[in-house]
């Protein structure tokens, strides 16, 4: 054991006076010796404990070899080890000298304490330092209770009061020259004053004694001797401690200087966080690399190391070369319309359950004011996300969006947005499409997944790939399209992962990079559409973000970009024209890849002649694309890639092999014509539909062609109705518009342009099949999300009769409440609405709908009444007053009611009293103006915010109360209690003389006691005309409430019941409640059973009043 500490001495003071690349450069040296096996020493590079750490080196020492051979490693691989820090009776190999080192104690009280103890202060320079600035946790060097440390800020500050305060200079002069200091020691002498004397000294035999002196003692370092002391000399140091880095190589023997991080300047410490973990530093001290050698350096070069010492330490050459390829890899713009960029808007987004009784879960759909953009885009995102993580943990970061929605483009923009040094946080970033890791076989390693799996194959070496997995929290590794790996869903799930150098299939790869057992502590970013398998396990996500698409402005900038872009100027305003003639398309037009599709028609349409016209649906969008290009393609063709995408959709795939197609003429033609095309780092026989739309209309047009399906099964294909057995799950979401669009639409101009007219001898029978089911359906009976794909496909049908009986069929009152209106969803139920001739009240809350889609619903005539967020309305009435719209702001106005109105959060209550302030504010401006129909109409209110936030909101809530003058039903009642208190009864009762109309006042479960039934006594008289009902249901009111209630009781002539059950009072009390009954006719029910009462007096009073209720 004594050899072990002796062993644990000497590693300590390794570990704490170098830098990490030189620990690391110790594991190294010991795992070339074959001290350490491979799997050992990646365990010992992420140990972060110090003090474990040096334990388990000093065990492995002590076992397998000795701390000679660690030192050579260090000194082999181009770090010199001090000669200072081997511990003491460790002789060199020159056969010079000993150096003489010391274990600190506990170091505790004042700079006094600390000189009179046996700390030597150069080595608390050397040992500690607990400067944190990459704000991770702390971790010590030392984890004994009984080490105390002080840092660098400490002996500064020891030293500038010694400089600064007359008396302390004098009590530490007392320390440093006693007046029995033995003459010889009094006899001193300076140092030669040169730039190496400053930090390397040829010492004598012997201890060392170092003394920090006073100001009157000349700047220098001095020496005495130590004759007859115990000690070879004592050196007496005054002024600035010099850097290591400014002076020349030692020689011999040397005591070195107090070196300086080139991370971090002033700290030693091995675990410090180097300056790639300060992502607020310039981006060139994050991205340049020091190319100066320890100890060899000029004194030119010198002097720029000091200047430099922030720069990040040097990486292999090998690992450089790897960084700047990997760099130009993803610097690479993209070109033609794929290249034209278009900030959207990044939401903050949570998963939730669609219902009660489903434990799936989709996205959350909140109100447009409640939207929480991610402010500063994609990289300041990523950059706040990963401050909020974990230490040593796997962040799971996720984007998801709707197709199309261009989350793919984003992934590569995130690519290059590391190229260009905007994202300095993360050292390498591998960007690798989902469809690559559908692949067999057991013979993967992590170094395929990062460098042969991505858009472009890498060259890297071991060296390389050994480099990044010891600093796996500065790897981004983004995984676009998840909901490809549906097929391998079992992976999140698995019950273990592989080892780092184990192969495995690519299923345990990920399970491996999930599980968070291998490359623990990166950063995962997935890009995943917002429903399937997998995306029910992104609730547990660190971050979760939503492309939000388009806006209609920016829509229309995309199509002049891309005309710009395409060389066709003349034609932009044209195009734009264009698309503002078709509102269906242009509402579409928030998804990318519906807008370029449209700017491509529009393109061909418009080389055609003047007199181009885009078409009114988006199956006529798609049969004009693709038209030509099925004309001119072999027979068949069409259909055949058609049934290609079908089946591949029913497999969840967008993927296909070369050798699945019918023929080499199908797959040349369908490449040639863009319909299919290498995607993203496939192998040359991988091929893909460059849209999943396109792949959506190739699936419906195979439906509408094939004679395979049955008639009857045809309906199910729509989606309208759920199936109990065998349901179709969707997964070609766009499949029910296009089908219905292709069956429907006139054969000339939609199926006959694709096939020919020839090869729709089943259509027929389909279009009465399905025509015959469509005239069935009760809208009314459907649910939110049904009734508009129901909407869509009618429109997409431009069938008459279709389109007739659907939207004379929808109900009076449509509730979208929690189904998400997108702008599409909005003009077609729009259209639906103008077309029914009849009036509607429309329910838009929690439906995400823009301020466009709902000013245009708001201002049809045929809706009288709507529901929308509080906050949504508001802003669309200031912006309607902005843009001088009286009339519709006037309907805007009328229209809008908000009865019942249930208060369950905070924001709630604040809306509420920022549109009783818009009506204030609204009538002190305008003399003819009357109160807001909303404020004046709301009859019932409800407040439900539970017991932590019902007493902070209760006030706010009553401070408009008096604003609603109609208020009939105050319900303040919530199955978690609101515990408004006493206090809060107080507050209300002042507001019960301007509640001239409320009938009905619920009390419930509010912790009221004697007192709050006191002061509700006292404001009661003034409800005495209009109350009904009281209820103080489970409250804490005993006999003295009881009496206060009984007291006033006669007084409220138009009480017909009350609630007093599950109260405090005992028999006392509720006799008193029971004679003052007595004297009120008018009450026919009085409540009041309640544990306290003994059941045989609660019966007696029963029986002398019917009135009574035990229930």
Same mark, same amino acid.
């Given at each position: ?91 060199? /190999? ?288 990523? @950059? ?50 989902? /469809? ?229 003429? +199908? ?197 009288? /009444?709507?529901?929308?967020? @509080? ?160 209820? @103080? ?63 045989? +007096? ?14």
């Amino acid at each position: 054991m004594n050899n072990f500490q002796a062993i644990l001495t000497q590693v300590r003071i390794l570990l704490s006076s170098h830098q990490p690349s030189q620990v690391q450069a110790l594991l190294d040296s010991l795992l070339k010796e074959e001290l350490l096996s491979r799997e050992y020493h990646c365990t010992l590079l992420h140990e972060p404990d110090s003090e474990a750490l040096a334990r388990k080196i000093s065990l492995t020492l002590l076992e397998k070899g000795d701390l000679d051979l660690a030192l050579l490693g260090w000194a082999q691989s181009g770090l010199q080890s001090p000669a200072a820090e081997r511990g003491p009776g460790h002789s060199d /190999h020159d056969g010079s000298s000993q150096c003489a080192t010391m274990e600190l104690g506990p170091l505790e009280g004042s700079y006094l304490e600390l000189l009179n103890s046996d700390a030597d202060p150069l080595c608390l320079y050397h040992i500690y330092d607990q400067m944190d600035l990459a704000g991770e946790e702390e971790i010590e060097l030392y984890s004994e209770p009984d080490t105390d440390t002080i840092n660098c800020d400490q002996f500064s500050r020891l030293l500038c009061d010694m400089e600064g305060d007359e008396e302390t200079r004098e009590a530490y002069a007392n320390i440093a020259f006693p007046e029995e200091l033995p003459a010889d020691l009094k006899h001193w002498k300076p140092v030669p004053s040169s730039s190496s004397s400053l930090s390397c000294l040829n010492l004598p035999e012997g201890p060392i004694q170092f003394v920090p002196t006073v100001s009157t003692v000349p700047q220098g370092l001095w020496q005495i001797s130590g004759t007859g002391t115990g000690v070879s000399s004592i050196f007496i140091y005054h002024g600035e401690v010099p850097q290591a880095s400014q002076v020349p190589p030692p020689s011999g023997l040397t005591v070195h200087g107090l070196p300086t991080s080139p991370d971090r300047p002033g700290s030693t410490s091995p675990f410090a966080p180097s300056a790639t973990d300060l992502p607020s530093m310039p981006e060139p001290a994050l991205i340049s690399r020091a190319n100066v050698t320890e100890h060899k350096t000029s004194p030119t070069q010198r002097q720029a190391a000091g200047e430099v010492s922030n720069k990040l330490p040097k990486w292999p050459e090998s690992v450089e070369q790897f960084y700047r390829s990997l760099q130009d890899t993803y610097r690479a713009e993209p070109t033609g319309p794929d290249g034209i960029l278009m900030e959207v808007d990044l939401v903050q987004a949570r998963l939730e359950r669609s219902s009660s009784k489903s434990l799936e879960r989709e996205l959350a759909t909140p109100d447009w004011a409640e939207r929480q953009l991610a402010q500063g885009g994609l990289a300041e995102g990523l @950059l706040a996300a990963k401050e909020h993580r974990r230490p040593r943990e796997t962040q799971v970061i996720a984007m998801l969006g709707k197709a199309g929605q261009g989350k793919s483009y984003w992934a590569g923009a995130v690519s290059r947005a590391w190229a260009c040094g905007r994202l300095p946080q993360y050292d390498f970033v591998f960007s690798v499409p989902c /469809h690559c890791l559908n692949r067999p076989g057991d013979v993967y390693r992590l170094q395929d997944l990062l460098f042969s799996l991505g858009p472009r194959p890498l060259v890297a070496a071991d060296e390389v790939f050994s480099h990044i997995v010891k600093r796996p929290d500065r790897i981004l590794l983004i995984l676009d399209a998840f909901e490809e790996l549906e097929a391998q869903d079992g992976f999140l799930h698995s019950t273990c992962g592989p080892a780092l150098a184990e192969p495995c299939s690519l299923r345990g790869l990920l399970a491996g990079l999930f599980q968070k057992k291998l490359l623990r502590g990166c950063t995962l970013l997935l890009t995943a559409r917002p429903r399937g398998r997998l995306v029910q396990s992104l609730s547990k996500a660190d971050a979760l973000f939503e492309l939000s698409g388009f806006s209609m402005e920016q829509a229309q900038a995309y199509v002049m970009r891309y005309f710009e872009c395409s060389g066709m100027t003349e034609h932009q305003d044209r195009a734009l024209a264009l698309l503002r003639d078709r509102p269906f398309l242009l509402s579409h037009s928030h998804s990318p890849t519906l807008c370029q599709a449209v700017c491509q028609l529009s393109e061909a349409l418009l080389e055609l002649g003047e007199d181009a016209e885009l078409p009114s649906t988006l199956t006529g969008l798609y049969v004009g694309l693709l038209g030509r290009a099925a004309l001119n393609g072999p027979p068949g063709a069409l259909a055949e890639l058609a049934k290609l995408a079908w089946e591949l959709g029913r497999r969840h795939q967008s993927t296909l092999q070369e050798n699945q197609f019918p023929s080499a003429d +199908v797959r040349t033609w369908a490449m040639a014509k863009g319909l299919v095309q290498h995607p993203p780092g496939a192998t040359e026989s991988e091929l893909a539909f460059p849209s999943f739309l396109l792949q959506c209309f190739l699936g419906a047009l195979w439906l509408a062609l094939s004679g395979e399906i049955k008639d009857k099964e045809l309906p199910q294909y729509l989606a309208l109705t759920p199936r109990k057995k065998r349901p179709y799950d969707n997964w070609l979401e766009g499949v029910p518009r296009f089908l219905t669009g292709l069956i429907f639409q006139p054969r000339a101009r939609c199926l006959g342009a694709l096939v020919g007219p020839s090869a729709t001898a089943f259509t027929d029978r389909k279009q009465k099949v399905l025509a015959r089911y469509l005239k069935r359906l009760q809208p009314g009976t459907l649910r939110a999300r049904q009734l508009l794909e129901l909407l869509h496909c009618a429109h997409e049908a431009e069938e008459a009769g279709i389109w007739q009986h659907v939207v004379q069929e929808l109900p009076a009152r449509l509730s979208f409440l929690g189904t998400r209106l997108t702008p599409p969803d909005a003009h077609v139920l729009g259209k639906a609405l103008e077309a029914a001739g009849q009036d509607f009240a429309l329910d838009l809350r929690s439906t995400g709908i823009d301020p466009s889609g709902l000013g245009s619903l708001v201002g049809l005539s045929c809706v009288t /009444h709507f529901r929308a967020a @509080l906050s949504d309305t508001v802003a669309l009435w200031e912006s309607l007053r902005q843009h001088g719209e009286t009339e519709l702001l006037q309907a805007a106005e009328e229209k809008f009611t908000i009865e019942p109105f249930k208060a369950k959060s905070l924001k709630d209550v604040e809306d509420l009293g920022k549109l009783v302030q818009t009506q204030r504010t609204r009538s002190s401006s305008e003399d003819t103006a009357g109160e807001l129909p909303a404020v004046r109409d709301l009859k019932k209110l409800e407040f439900a915010l539970g017991p932590i936030s019902g007493p902070q909101a209760f006030p706010k809530l009553v401070r408009i109360l008096t604003a609603f003058s109609s208020l009939q039903h105050l319900d303040l009642d919530a199955l978690s209690e609101n515990k408004i208190g006493d206090e809060g009864v107080s507050q209300l009762s002042a507001t019960f003389p301007q509640l001239k109309s409320l009938e009905t006042l619920n009390l419930s479960q509010n912790s009221i006691t004697d007192l709050g039934a006191y002061k509700l006594a006292e404001g009661l008289p003034s409800l005495a005309a209009s109350l009904l009902r009281l209820s @103080l249901y489970n409250n804490c009111i005993c006999d003295m409430g009881a009496e206060s209630l009984a007291r006033v009781l006669p007084d409220m002539v138009s009480l017909r019941v009350m609630d007093v059950q599950y109260n405090k009072f005992t028999a006392a009390g509720a006799q008193q409640l029971a004679a003052s009954l007595r004297k009120c006719p008018h009450v026919e029910t009085l409540a009041m059973w309640t544990p306290t009462i003994p059941f045989s +007096v609660q019966e007696h009073l029963q029986q002398q009043d019917s009135r009574i209720s035990l229930r």
